[in-house]
C-alpha cells in the first residue's frame, strides 16, 4: 500500500513539473496536432483508394 502512495506521489509530481513547463506542453501538442493530421490525411487517401 506504501509503495501505491508512493508511485502516485512521484507520478503527481512528475505530471506537475510537466505543467510547469509550457514549452514541451506546446510541443506536445504540436505534435499531437500533427499527428492528427497525418492519420486524417491516411484516412482520406484510404477512402479514395477504396472508392476507385
Known sequence: MEKV??????AI??????EVNPQAK???QK???NFCLILICLLLIYIIVLLL
Open 26 to 28: 506546446q510541443n506536445l
Open 31 to 33: 505534435l499531437f496536432v
Open 13 to 18: 509530481r512528475r505530471a506537475s513539473t510537466i
Open 5 to 10: 502512495q508512493h508511485m502516485t506521489r512521484s
